[in-house]
């Protein structure tokens, strides 16, 4: 676990200081994330399909909904992962902080494929109902969905100029983004099982 926990923390430094895209998944375990707010442009959202491992091995899949954004600034970002079973330790959990202090944590083409979500939230020029291949607001279906066809094109979607959402609880199977900067970044292990909610 050492090594992994390393290699985790000179990742989340690259990500800090905007030195790499990010792209995180994780396998067979949701994880939580809570904010005090997020406002993105370019907002597209549809449904798709996870598909995995458990953690003992087998493969599986997950509905999820896809929110999508061009650009998004997230503030008092929170995200959270538990993973049980841990020889001599039982539960742990790995909790990252970022976006405190008036410096907000920054995205572009930044993709949450989550299956919970609460917040209260305000779209600006909302299209509802349109077909996952005609949603032009946004940056669109991930082609990696395409072309393992984990997303219907013609499927339901919805999209918005700008979606300002605060309070934000959510559970998600992956995020991905071109690039994610994490100002004042904090990660810490923890064998209490805290979680951000």
Request: proline residues 4%; hydrophobic residues 40%.
């Amino acid at each position: 676990m050492v090594p992994s926990v390393a290699a985790t923390a000179a990742i989340g430094v690259a990500l800090a200081q905007g030195a790499l895209a990010a792209s995180f998944s994780v396998s067979g375990q949701q994880f939580k994330v809570t904010a005090d707010s997020l406002t993105g442009y370019g907002f597209e959202q549809y449904g798709a399909i996870d598909s995995g491992y458990t953690l003992d091995g087998k493969k599986t899949a997950h509905p999820v909904a896809v929110s999508a954004f061009n650009d998004a600034t997230i503030t008092n970002l929170c995200q959270s992962v538990v993973t049980p079973n841990i020889p001599v330790l039982g539960k742990v959990s790995l909790i990252l902080h970022a976006g405190g202090g008036g410096k907000p944590v920054e995205a572009n083409k930044l993709y949450i494929d989550l299956d919970d979500l609460s917040a209260d939230a305000t779209f600006t020029n909302i299209d509802i109902g349109v077909a996952a291949k005609d949603a032009n607001k946004g940056p669109g279906i991930k082609s990696d969905e395409v072309a393992n066809k984990q997303t219907n094109p013609y499927g339901f979607a919805q999209q918005a100029e700008k979606a300002e959402l605060t309070g934000v609880k959510q559970t998600a199977w992956a995020t991905t983004a071109g690039t994610f900067k994490l100002s004042g970044l904090k990660m810490s292990i923890s064998t209490d099982a805290a979680e951000c909610y």
